[in-house]
C-alpha cells in the first residue's frame, strides 16, 4: 500500500511544482499547497503505516496492538498549521500587490533583479 | 400542561418531518433511477405565518428537505419564503401544505 | 451573503460552533481534538458568521477584539511556564494536579492544559485576525 | 541556572506579546534597544557558562533525550549567539532612527523580536524537527519585516524571497520526514549516534541533498541565491541590514551543524560538492557586486561571494579549516551589517543609494568615511582587521589541505571584494558630489546614529587585534564539531551543573 | 461489539461510496456552473463521512466518530464561502 | 439479527449517498440536482449513523451521531440555499466561461 | 623596538590632539619623531656588526605561526635607517610643501602611519607578519596617493596601485602559506634552517613564483611596472618617500630576505635576473620618451628597480654588495629629485619640460642640489653614484652564465640613464628662461633641507665610502649571503676592465643626449616611434581589462539574475533533481520490499480521485476549479490520514483546507483571471521537471519505509502519555507536553503571519 501512496506522493509533487513554474502568481500560491501537501503526506508515510489502530491509550492498560507511529502524525500537524499560516500570508501578499500593480504574472516581477 | 402538549407536539413534529424525509428521499431515488425523469419544477412564493426566527429557520429548513422543495430565499422582512418547487402542481395544493407545515412548527415554537 | 436564511441559521450556529470548539479544546488530551482543532473550530463559527452577515461585524465593535485574543493566549502559555519554575523542575514541564470532585470523579488539571488552553485562544484570535484583514472593505 | 538556555528563545517570545499589546511608540522605543541588551547580556553569560562546561543542554519539559526536545548549546551555537545579539542589539538602536515613520516601531518590534526567537531557536536547539519549527518562525518573521513598508518593490522583493524559501522550506520538511522515516529519531545528537556506527549511513545521502537544498537556499549559495538580489535591497535599510547579518548565516549554521554532526558519512561527494558550490557562490556574488552601481545591491551580491568562503571552509574539512569558516562567519555578520548601516547613512545624508549620484562624504563626514572604512576593510581583508584572519586561516587550512583550486578561488574572490568595497568608497566617499555643486542633502548625524556602526566597528577591529581569543574559541568550537563526543554525552546523557 | 459485520457489506458499502464519489467528482470537473461544482464539493463532503463511518464499523473504533461530527459542522462554511465570493461575481 | 439491521442501514446509507450522486449526474439542471444533493445524502448519512449507533452502542456514540444528524440537517439546506442564491444573482447566466477565460 | 613602531603610531594619531601652538608644527613633531628613531636604529649599528642580530619574539596567535618577530639585523638596519633617515626630511620637506593644502592632519596620519608599517615590514622576521605591514603599506599608499580625492586621475591611479600590489600581496600570501606548510612555521628563522627542505620540496617553485608575484608588484618591475607612473599624481612628498626610499624597495627587501632560504637556485637566478633586465630596460627606455618632470622620475626609479632585481637574481655576493650599496644611493638622489621636481612644480605651476627652462636664474641652490643627484644617478664620479655603477658592473661581469648579456644591456641601459640625466638638468635649468605666470623663487628653506642634507651625503659618502661599506653594507651582506666578507669600498678600483665600461657608458650617453637635444626632430620621431611600437600602454590595459571584466560581470549577472522569477524556481527543482537521481542511481543497492497491492480498494480509489483533483487543478483554466479541486485532492488526503490512524491529523486537515478556501474566496473576487501564457512547450517541459522531481520523491518516499537504521523513539511516548502526562491522546500529549516546545513555535509563527498579515492589508489610517 505504501507504494500507491508514495505515488500519491509523487502526484502530489508533479502538480504542485507544474503549478509553481506557471506564470500565475496565484498558480504558484496553489502550487504550494499541493507541494506542502505532498510533503506532509511524505512525512507521514516515511514512518512506515499502520491502519485502523489510533494512537489513543486506554488509561493505564498495557496495550498490546500494534499502534501507528504518533510522532509524524503530530510532526504533520505542526507542519499543517504552519503551513496554513504561510499560505494565508502569501495570499495577503499576493493580494495586495495585485492591488497595487494590477498584475498576476510573475514575468512581469522583473523589477528588483537588475 | 402546556410543556406535555409542547412535548407531544414537537414529537408529532419529529414523526411528521421523518416521514416526509423518507418520502422524499425514496421520491428522488426513484426518479433518478428511472429511466425517465419527472420533473415539472417551478418557483413560489410562500407566505410567511410564523413569528419567531426559530420557527422561520425550521420551517426553511424543512422544506428543504421535504419532497420537491428547496427554501431559495426568504424575504428581508421575513414575509416571504421563496421556494424551488421540482413536482410543482397548483398554487392552491402546495401551498396548502405549506401552511400544514407552518402550522405544527408554530405549535412548537411559539 | 447577506441572506436572512443564513442569518438566521447564524445566529444558533455560532453558539454551537463555539460550544464544540470548547469541547474539543478540554477533550483534547484524552481524545481527538486539542488547542488547534478547537481554535480553528471556535475561528470558523466567526468565519462562518461574517459570511452570514456579508460584514464582519465584530470588527466594527471590538477592533482589537483578535489581537487581544492573541496576546492573551500567548500570555496563557507564557503562565503555563511557571508552575515548571516555581517547583524548580526543568522548564516547561507537565505539573499536574489532582482534585476528587463528587460526581466527576478525579479531574487532573495540568500546566500542559494550560498550555493547550494558550493555543486555544492564539488560534482563535489568528483566524479572526486573517479574515478579518482579507474581507475589510477596500 | 540550566534554564538559561531556553531563555534565548523565551526572552523574544514574551517581549512578542509586550510589543503585542504595547501601543505607544514611546515605550517601544525605549523597550527595544533594552531588551535587546539584556538578550545580548545573556549570551555573552551563556558563552561564559560553556567555556566553563564546554556544552551545555537542557531538556525541555524535563523529557529525557532522544524522545523530547533538547536544547544544545556548545561553542558553536555560543558564539552565534552572541554575535548575532551583537547585530539585533545594534539594529535595535538603529532602527529608532533610521525606520521611516510609515513603519510603526512597536510593531516593527514584534517581527524584530520574531526573528530573533526563531534565529535563537535555530541556533540553540538539538532537534532536527524543532530545527524546521524555528526556521519557519523566522522566515516568517523576515516575510513581514521584508513588506512592512509595503511599496511595490518591496513586495515584489518579498513574493520572491517568499516564493524561492519556502521551496527550501518545504525541502527541509521533506528531509526531516524521510530522516525519521529512516533512523526513527528526530535528535541530532542521537542520529550522530546511530549513524557513526551505521554502516548503512549512506542511505542518508537523499535526506542529505534535501537538507543541503534547503540550507543552501537560506544560505544563498549557487545556484540556490537569486531571491537575495531580488529582495535585500528593497526594504528599509534597517531591515536589510538586520537580514544581511543574520538571516543567510543561519543557513550557513545550520550547514556546518549537519555536515559535521551526521552527515560525515560519504565525505568524498559531500565535500566536493560543497566546495564546487563554495567555488561557483564566491565569483558569482563577486563578479554580479562588480556589476552594480547601487550600494546596497553590491552589498547584496557581495554576502552571497562572502557565503562561499564559509561553506569552502566546511568544504575543505580540517579543523582548520571549520575554525576558519566560524570565523569568517562571525566576523562576516559584523562586517556586513555594518556596511549596511553605513550605506543606510549614506542614503540619509544624500537620499538615494545610488552610487553615481553621491559624492563627496569624505570631506563632509569623515567619521561616515571611517565608520564605512573599517567594515569595508574588514571584507576587504585587510590586516589587522577581522576579515584578514578569517580569509588568512581559509586559505591557509586550503592550502595545508591541498585545496588548491577553491584556494585560488578564494584568493580571486578577495580581488572582487576589494574591487567592489573600493567602488564604493570611491564614488561614494572620494568623487565631488555630481551634479553642478550641489552637495545634496547635507545632514549631520547625531550620536546616536553614529553609534549602531561605532560598536559594531569596534567589535570588527577587537575581532582582529584580538584575534588569539576569538580563533581560540571558533578552533575549540571546530574541535568540539569535528569530534562531536561531548556534544552526544551531553546531550544524551545530561550534564550535572 | 459483539457484532461481525459481514466484509461483503463493508465491500458493497465502500463501492457505492467510491463510485458516488467518482460521479460526484466527474460532476466537479464538469460544472457546467461554479454553483454545479459546490454542489458536487458538498456532496464529496457527505461521501467523505460516509466512508469514515463505515471504515470505523469496519476497524471497530468509535473514536472515529469524532470525525464526521466536525465535518457536518464546517464543511458547508466552505460552501458558503464559495457561493458569496460567486454572488459578487467579481472577474 | 442485529447483524442484518446494521448491514442494512449501511447499505441504504450509501445507496442513498450513491443516489445522490447518479442524481449529479443524470439530472438536467441545477435547481433538480441540488434537489437530489440536499436531501439524499443527508439522508443517507442519517441511515448509516443509525447503523452505527447500533453497531457501537455505547452512550457517547449515540450522543455523537444525534449531533452529526442534526448538524447535517441544519447545514445541508443552508448550502442548498447558498448555492441557490448566487446562482441566481447570475441570473442564471452561466457566465463561468466568461470569468475565467482570457 | 616594537616601541618605535608604538611610538609611530601613537605620535601619529596624536596629530589630532596636540595643543594649537603645537599642531602648528605637527610635522616638525613628526620629524624629530623620525630623528628619535634614527638616532636609536643608528647607535645601535655597533650591536649588529659586532654580536647577534636583536631579535624579539612577542606571541599573537601561535596555533597559526603567527607571532609578532622582530629581528634587527644588517639588512633590516639599512632600511630602519632609510625608512626612518629620509622619513625625518621628508617631514621637513612636507612642512614646506603641504601648507597650502586643506586636510594637512590626514596627510600626516597616513604618511607616518605608512612610515610606522614599512618599519614593521623591514623588521618582521614572522613572514605573516611581514605580510601584514606589507599590506598596510599597500593600504596607505593607496590613501596617500589618492590624496587629492577630488581627481579622477588620482583615485584612478591611487586604486590602480593597490589593486596590482593588493594582488600581488594575496599571491604572495599564498606562496609564504605554501612555503610555510613545509617547515610548518612562518618564523623566519625556522625557514632559514629548514631551507634545503624548503628548496628540495615540490612546494619550492610554486611557492617561489607565488611570492615572486608579490615582489615583482611591489617593486613594480615589468609587466607590472605601469602602476608606478600613475602614482605621481601623489602629492611630492609622498613620491619622494615612497617611490625613492622605502614602498616600492619592500620588495627588493623581500628578496633580500628571503635570498638564503630561497636564493641561489637557477629558478631563482633566471627569473629574477631575467624580469629585473627588462624592468631595468624599460625604466630607462621610457625614460628618455617622458616629457614630465616627475615622469621622468617614475621609469628612472623603475629601471633602479630593475637594477636591484637584477643584482638580487644574480645572487653572488659581490652583486648583494652592489644591492645593497645601490639601495642607498638611489635612495639619497631619488629621494632628492623627487623633492626638487615637487619644489620646480610648486614654484612654476608645471611639471612639463617643455614649459620649463632657465631656472638656474631663480633658483641656483636647487640648481646646484639637482645637478649633483643627477650626476649621482647618471654614476659620475665623485659621488655615491659612481660607487655604485662601478660595483654593478663588477657584480655584472662576475654574473654566472648569463655575463654577457647582462652586461650589455646593463650598459645600454646605463646610457640611457647618463642621457636622462643630462637632459634633465638641461632641459629645466639651463637654455633661455620660459615664462612663468609668477616668477619661481626659493623661498621657504625647508624645502632645500631635505634634498641638501641627502646630496651632501651622497657628495661625502662618495668621497669616503669606506665606513659605509664596514658599518653598514658589511652586516647586510652577512645577513643575506650568509657569508662574511669585507666589504672594501673605494672610489679608485684602478684601470680595468670595470672602469673602461664606465667611460664608455658615459661616452655613449653624452652622444645621446647631444643627439637628443640638438637632433630634435630626431626625439620627435623617437617619441612618435615609441607611441605606435609601444600603443599599448599597459596601465591602459589594466584599464581595458577592468572595464571588459565589469561588462562580463554585468553580463553574466544579466543571464543568471535574468528576473524570470520561475525559472529560479525552476533552477532550484532541476538541481535538486538531478543531485537525487544522482543519489539515488548511486545508492541503489537498499534492500526494498516492492510489494505493489491494490489493496484496499477504498484506498486506490481515493488515489485515483486524488489524481483526478490534482491533475485538475493543475491544468484548468478556471480559478475556482482549481480551487475547488485544491479542497478535493485536500479533502482526500484527509481520509488517508484517517485512514492510518491519524485522526487528530485528518481533523485538522479538514479543518484548514476549508479555512484556506475560505481564505482564497475571501480575495478571489479581487484576484485575476487565469490566462494561458505559456507555449506548449514550455508547459511540456515544466511537466516533465515537475515529474522529474515527483518520482524522484516517490523513490524517495518508499526507500524510507523500508530503511530502518533504528527502532523508532515513539514507543515512548505510547507508553508514557498516560503515565507520565496524563493523556491518552498521545498525538495532543506530543503537541502540548512532549515536543512543547514545537508548539511554541508554530503559534508564534501564526501570531506573526497574522500581525503581518493585516499589517500588509490594513487600510491607511487604520492603526493597530
Ligand atoms: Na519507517
Ligand atoms: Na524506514
Same mark, same amino acid.
Given at each position: ?114 | ?110 | ?138 | ?292 552601481? $547601487? ?193 552526544? $554525552? ?8 | ?91 | ?102 | ?182 617547515? !610548518? ?106 616629457? !614630465? ?354 485522526? !487528530? ?92 516546545? !514545537? ?26
Amino acid at each position: 500500500m505504501e507504494i500507491v501512496l508514495a505515488i500519491v506522493v509523487g502526484i502530489l509533487y508533479t502538480a504542485g511544482v507544474y503549478l509553481m513554474l506557471r506564470r500565475s502568481i496565484l498558480k504558484f500560491i496553489i502550487g504550494l499547497i499541493f507541494m506542502s501537501n505532498a510533503t506532509n503526506l511524505l512525512v507521514f508515510l516515511s514512518a512506515g503505516l499502520v491502519s485502523g489502530s489510533p494512537v489513543f491509550v486506554d488509561g493505564e492498560k498495557i496495550n498490546a496492538e500494534v499502534m501507528a507511529d504518533p510522532l509524524p502524525q503530530a510532526l504533520v500537524l505542526t507542519a499543517i498549521v504552519i503551513g496554513l499560516g504561510i499560505v494565508v500570508f502569501t495570499l495577503a501578499l499576493k493580494y495586495k500587490f495585485f492591488e497595487l500593480t494590477g498584475t498576476d504574472d510573475l514575468d512581469q516581477l522583473k523589477k528588483t533583479d537588475n | 400542561m402546556k410543556i406535555i402538549k409542547r412535548i407531544y407536539y414537537t414529537l408529532e413534529f419529529i414523526g411528521f418531518y421523518l416521514f416526509n424525509l423518507v418520502k422524499a428521499n425514496v421520491y428522488i431515488a426513484w426518479d433518478i433511477l428511472t429511466p425517465k425523469i419527472h420533473m415539472k419544477p417551478a418557483f413560489m412564493e410562500i407566505p410567511v405565518r410564523l413569528e419567531t426566527d426559530f420557527g422561520l429557520l425550521l420551517f426553511s429548513n424543512l422544506l428543504s428537505m421535504t419532497p420537491g422543495t428547496i427554501s431559495m430565499d426568504i424575504s428581508e422582512d421575513k414575509k416571504i419564503v421563496r421556494v424551488h418547487v421540482l413536482y410543482y402542481k397548483t398554487d392552491e395544493i402546495m401551498l396548502n401544505e405549506f401552511y400544514k407545515m407552518q402550522e405544527k412548527i408554530k405549535r412548537i415554537t411559539s | 451573503m447577506n441572506s436572512v436564511i443564513l442569518q438566521l441559521a447564524a445566529k444558533y450556529l455560532k453558539w454551537l460552533f463555539i460550544v464544540f470548539a470548547v469541547l474539543a479544546l478540554i477533550r483534547g488530551h484524552n481524545s481527538p481534538g486539542g488547542g488547534f482543532i478547537g481554535g480553528l473550530m471556535a475561528g470558523l463559527a466567526i468565519v462562518y458568521n461574517g459570511f452570514a452577515y456579508d460584514t464582519f461585524r465584530i470588527k466594527e465593535r471590538l477592533q482589537n477584539f483578535p489581537e487581544w485574543l492573541i496576546a492573551g493566549g500567548l500570555f496563557v502559555i507564557v503562565l503555563s511556564f511557571f508552575p515548571s519554575l516555581l517547583l524548580g523542575e526543568t522548564i516547561m514541564s507537565g505539573v499536574w494536579l489532582k482534585i476528587s470532585l463528587p460526581l466527576v470523579g478525579e479531574l487532573k488539571l495540568g500546566s500542559p492544559l494550560l498550555f493547550d488552553i494558550g493555543v486555544f485562544f492564539t488560534v482563535i484570535g489568528v483566524t479572526l485576525m486573517f479574515i478579518f484583514s482579507l474581507t475589510q472593505k477596500r | 541556572m540550566i534554564t538559561l538556555v531556553a531563555l534565548p528563545i523565551l526572552i523574544p517570545f514574551v517581549l512578542i506579546i509586550g510589543m503585542l499589546v504595547c501601543r505607544s511608540d514611546k515605550l517601544a522605543r525605549w523597550l527595544g534597544p533594552v531588551a535587546s541588551g539584556l538578550l545580548l547580556l545573556l549570551t555573552v553569560v551563556l558563552f561564559v557558562f560553556v567555556q566553563k562546561h564546554g556544552v551545555l543542554a537542557i531538556q525541555m519539559g524535563g523529557w529525557e533525550a532522544p524522545f523530547g526536545i533538547t536544547l544544545v548549546v556548545d561553542y558553536l551555537s555560543a558564539l552565534m549567539l552572541v554575535v548575532s545579539a551583537i547585530i539585533l542589539f545594534v539594529i535595535a538602536v538603529y532602527a529608532l532612527n533610521f525606520l521611516p515613520d510609515s513603519i510603526n516601531i512597536n510593531r516593527f518590534f514584534i517581527f524584530f523580536f520574531g526573528l530573533a526567537m526563531g534565529m535563537n531557536g535555530a541556533f540553540v536547539t538539538g532537534d532536527v524537527f524543532n530545527l524546521f519549527v524555528w526556521f519557519e518562525v523566522m522566515l516568517m518573521s523576515s516575510f513581514v519585516l521584508i513588506t512592512m513598508g509595503r511599496s511595490k518593490d518591496q513586495l515584489e522583493g518579498g513574493i520572491k524571497y517568499l516564493a524561492l524559501n519556502l521551496v527550501g522550506s518545504l525541502l527541509f520538511l521533506a528531509g526531516v520526514g524521510l530522516l525519521y522515516g529512516k533512523t526513527g529519531t528526530l535528535n541530532m545528537a542521537h542520529l550522530a549516534e546511530i549513524l557513526k556506527n551505521d554502516d548503512q549511513a549512506i542511505l542518508m545521502n537523499t535526506s542529505a541533498v534535501l537538507f543541503f537544498i534547503a540550507f543552501g537556499i537560506k544560505a544563498a549559495v549557487f545556484p540556490l541565491y537569486f531571491w537575495l538580489p531580488a529582495s535585500y535591497h528593497t526594504p528599509n535599510i534597517t531591515i536589510s541590514s538586520l537580514f544581511a547579518g543574520l538571516l543567510t548565516k543561519v543557513g550557513v549554521y545550520t550547514f556546518i551543524r549537519f555536515f559535521t554532526l551526521f552527515f560525515v558519512h560519504d565525505p568524498q561527494f559531500w565535500h566536493q560538492i560543497l566546495l564546487v558550490v563554495a567555488g561557483f557562490t564566491m565569483v558569482a556574488g563577486g563578479l554580479a557586486a562588480a556589476a552594480h552601481y $547601487e550600494t546596497r545591491r553590491i552589498l547584496s551580491y557581495h554576502i552571497i561571494s562572502q557565503i562561499g568562503y564559509m561553506i569552502m571552509g566546511l568544504g575543505i574539512f580540517t579543523p582548520l579549516a571549520i575554525a576558519g569558516a566560524i570565523f569568517f562567519t562571525l566576523h562576516n555578520m559584523i562586517a556586513k551589517t555594518n556596511t549596511f548601516l553605513v550605506s543606510g547613512m549614506i542614503n540619509k545624508a544624500r537620499g538615494t543609494f545610488e552610487l553615481k549620484e553621491i559624492g563627496g562624504l569624505f570631506k563632509e563626514s569623515p567619521l561616515t568615511a571611517i565608520l564605512f572604512m573599517i567594515p569595508a576593510f574588514a571584507l576587504a581583508g585587510v590586516p589587522p582587521i577581522s576579515g584578514f584572519f578569517a580569509k588568512f586561516i581559509l586559505i591557509k587550512a586550503g592550502i595545508e589541505n591541498g585545496n588548491y583550486v577553491i584556494t585560488a578561488v578564494a584568493i580571486f574572490t578577495a580581488m572582487l571584494t576589494l574591487y567592489s568595497m573600493i567602488k564604493i568608497w570611491n564614488e561614494a566617499f572620494l568623487k565631488k558630489q555630481p551634479g553642478n555643486g550641489n552637495p545634496g542633502r547635507s545632514y549631520s548625524f547625531s550620536f546616536a546614529e553614529y553609534f549602531p556602526s561605532v560598536l559594531l566597528g569596534i567589535v570588527s577591529i577587537l575581532m582582529g587585534i584580538f584575534a588569539m581569543y576569538v580563533f581560540g574559541y571558533t578552533m575549540e568550537a571546530a574541535n568540539q564539531l569535528i569530534n562531536p563526543d561531548l556534544y552526544i $554525552e551531553t546531550v544524551l546523557k545530561g550534564i550535572k551543573l | 461489539m459483539e457484532y461481525n459485520i459481514s466484509i461483503v457489506v463493508l465491500i458493497i458499502t465502500f463501492s457505492f461510496l467510491l463510485a458516488a464519489l467518482v460521479l460526484a467528482f466527474v460532476r466537479l470537473l464538469r460544472g457546467p456552473s461554479v454553483n454545479d461544482r459546490i454542489a458536487a464539493m458538498d456532496v464529496i463532503a457527505v461521501i467523505v463521512m460516509a466512508f469514515i463511518l463505515t471504515y470505523s464499523i469496519m476497524v471497530n473504533k468509535a473514536i472515529y466518530l469524532d470525525l464526521p461530527v466536525i465535518i457536518s459542522l464546517i464543511s458547508f462554511i466552505g460552501t458558503v464561502a464559495v457561493s458569496t465570493y460567486l454572488k459578487h461575481r467579481y472577474g | 439479527m442485529d447483524n442484518v439491521i446494521i448491514s442494512i442501514f449501511l447499505l441504504a446509507g450509501s445507496f442513498f449517498i450513491l443516489i445522490a450522486s447518479i442524481g449529479l449526474i443524470r439530472l438536467k439542471d441545477l435547481y433538480s440536482r441540488l434537489h437530489a444533493a440536499t436531501k439524499a445524502p443527508s439522508f443517507g448519512i442519517f441511515l448509516m449513523l443509525i447503523g452505527v449507533s447500533i453497531f457501537f452502542n455505547t452512550p457517547m456514540v449515540y450522543i455523537k451521531s444525534l449531533f452529526v444528524i442534526f448538524f447535517i440537517y441544519l447545514t445541508a439546506p443552508l448550502a442548498a440555499h447558498a448555492i441557490i442564491k448566487s446562482f441566481q444573482e447570475k441570473d442564471k447566466d452561466d457566465s463561468e466561461k466568461k470569468i475565467t477565460e482570457l | 623596538m616594537q616601541y618605535i613602531l608604538l611610538l609611530f603610531l601613537i605620535s601619529s594619531l596624536a596629530i589630532f590632539i596636540l595643543p594649537g601652538w603645537l599642531k602648528k608644527q605637527k610635522a616638525l613633531v613628526l620629524s624629530a619623531v623620525q630623528v628619535v628613531a634614527f638616532v636609536y636604529f643608528a647607535a645601535r649599528i655597533p650591536e649588529i656588526t659586532t654580536a647577534e642580530a636583536k631579535y624579539i619574539f612577542l606571541e599573537w596567535i601561535p596555533a597559526l605561526g603567527l607571532n609578532f618577530e622582530f629581528l634587527l639585523d644588517g639588512l633590516t638596519m639599512v632600511f630602519a635607517l632609510l625608512v626612518t633617515g629620509i622619513g625625518a626630511l621628508i617631514f621637513l620637506y612636507a612642512k614646506a610643501y603641504m601648507k597650502s593644502y586643506e586636510g594637512t592632519d590626514k596627510f600626516y596620519l597616513y604618511l607616518m602611519l605608512f612610515s610606522a608599517a614599512m618599519l614593521g615590514l623591514v623588521l618582521s622576521a614572522n613572514l605573516i607578519q611581514l605580510f601584514i605591514f606589507w599590506e598596510l603599506t599597500s593600504f596607505l599608499s593607496y590613501f596617500l596617493i589618492s590624496f587629492f580625492h577630488e581627481k579622477e586621475s588620482a583615485r584612478k591611479a591611487a586604486f590602480q596601485s593597490l589593486y596590482i600590489t593588493g594582488f600581488g600581496g594575496l599571491a604572495m600570501l599564498a606562496g609564504i602559506i605554501l612555503l610555510g606548510s613545509v617547515v !610548518d612555521s612562518y618564523s623566519l628563522q625556522d625557514w632559514i634552517n629548514g631551507a634545503e627542505s624548503i628548496r628540495q620540496s615540490n612546494f619550492y617553485l610554486p611557492g617561489l613564483l607565488l611570492i615572486l608575484l608579490g615582489v615583482f608588484t611591489k617593486s613594480a618591475q615589468f609587466p607590472f611596472h605601469f602602476w608606478l607612473p600613475g602614482a605621481m599624481q601623489a602629492p611630492a612628498p609622498v613620491s619622494s618617500y615612497l617611490h625613492s626610499a622605502t614602498m616600492v624597495k619592500a620588495g627588493v627587501f623581500l628578496l633580500a630576505r628571503l635570498s638564503p632560504v630561497l636564493g641561489g637556485t637557477n629558478e631563482w637566478i633566471y627569473i629574477i635576473s631575467l624580469i629585473g633586465v627588462i624592468t631595468m630596460l624599460t625604466g630607462s627606455y621610457f625614460a628618455i620618451t617622458q616629457t !614630465d618632470l616627475k615622469g621622468i622620475l617614475a621609469y628612472t626609479t623603475i629601471n633602479a628597480l630593475g637594477v636591484l632585481v637584477l643584482l638580487l637574481g644574480i645572487n653572488t655576493s659581490e652583486s648583494i654588495k652592489a644591492a645593497m650599496l645601490f639601495l642607498f644611493i638611489h635612495a639619497f638622489y631619488k629621494a632628492t629629485l623627487f623633492m626638487v621636481a615637487g619644489l620646480i612644480e610648486k614654484k612654476t605651476g608645471t611639471r612639463e619640460l617643455s614649459k620649463l627652462g632657465g631656472l638656474v636664474k631663480y633658483m641656483p641652490f636647487t640648481f646646484v642640489i639637482a645637478l649633483l643627484a643627477l650626476l649621482s644617478m647618471a654614476g659620475l664620479p665623485p659621488l655615491l653614484g659612481f660607487l655604485g655603477k662601478e660595483l654593478i658592473y663588477e657584480a655584472k661581469v662576475q654574473s654566472p652564465g648569463i655575463a654577457s648579456l647582462v652586461l650589455i644591456l646593463g650598459v645600454t641601459s646605463n646610457v640611457f640613464m647618463v642621457a636622462v640625466s643630462l637632459f634633465f638638468a638641461r632641459k629645466v635649468f639651463l637654455g633661455k628662461p620660459n615664462t612663468f605666470g609668477k616668477t619661481p623663487n626659493e623661498k621657504g628653506a625647508a624645502f632645500l633641507i631635505g634634498p641638501g642634507i641627502l646630496v651632501l651625503l651622497s657628495l661625502v659618502l662618495g668621497l669616503f665610502p669606506g665606513n659605509l661599506g664596514t658599518a653598514v653594507i658589511k652586516p647586510a651582506l652577512g645577513v643575506v649571503s650568509s657569508e662574511m666578507i669585507d666589504v672594501k669600498l673605494k672610489l679608485w678600483h684602478g684601470f680595468n676592465q670595470v672602469l673602461f665600461l664606465s667611460l664608455l657608458t658615459v661616452f655613449l650617453g653624452v652622444v645621446l643626449y647631444w643627439a637628443m637635444l640638438k637632433k630634435k626632430k630626431l626625439l620627435e620621431t623617437w617619441r612618435k616611434v615609441n607611441s605606435v611600437i609601444f600603443s599599448i600602454e599597459l596601465d591602459e590595459v589594466f584599464a581595458w581589462v577592468m572595464n571588459k571584466f565589469v561588462q562580463v560581470a554585468q553580463f553574466k549577472t544579466k543571464i543568471v539574475q535574468h528576473g524570470y522569477h520561475r525559472y529560479y524556481i525552476l533552477t532550484i527543482f532541476v538541481f535538486t533533481s538531478l543531485l537525487l537521481w544522482f543519489q539515488v542511481f548511486v545508492i541503489r543497492s537498499w534492500e526494498f520490499d516492492l510489494s505493489f497491492s491494490l489493496n484496499p480498494f477504498y484506498i486506490s480509489g481515493l488515489a485515483v480521485v486524488i489524481l483526478g483533483a490534482a491533475i485538475t487543478s493543475a491544468v484548468s483554466r478556471s480559478r475556482i476549479v482549481t480551487i475547488i479541486s485544491m479542497g478535493v485532492a485536500g479533502y482526500g488526503i484527509s481520509l488517508i490520514f484517517m485512514y492510518y490512524s491519524a485522526i !487528530d491529523l485528518a481533523i485538522t486537515q479538514i479543518l484548514v483546507e476549508t479555512l484556506t478556501l475560505v481564505m482564497f474566496m475571501a480575495i478571489l473576487q479581487k484576484l485575476p483571471r487565469f490566462a494561458v501564457l505559456s507555449s506548449k512547450r514550455t508547459r511540456l517541459r515544466d511537466f516533465f521537471i515537475a515529474l522529474s522531481f515527483g518520482s524522484v520523491m516517490t523513490i524517495l518516499a518508499i526507500k524510507a519505509v523500508n530503511v530502518n537504521l533504528n527502532p523508532t523513539i515513539s514507543d515512548f511516548f505510547v507508553e508514557n502519555s498516560y503515565n507520565k502526562a496524563f493523556g491518552e491522546n498521545v498525538v495532543n500529549v506530543i503537541l502540548v507536553d512532549f515536543r512543547a516546545l !514545537d508548539t511554541l513555535g508554530e503559534v508564534t509563527v501564526l501570531t506573526i503571519a497574522a500581525t503581518g498579515v493585516f499589517l500588509l492589508l490594513k487600510t491607511k489610517n487604520k492603526k493597530l
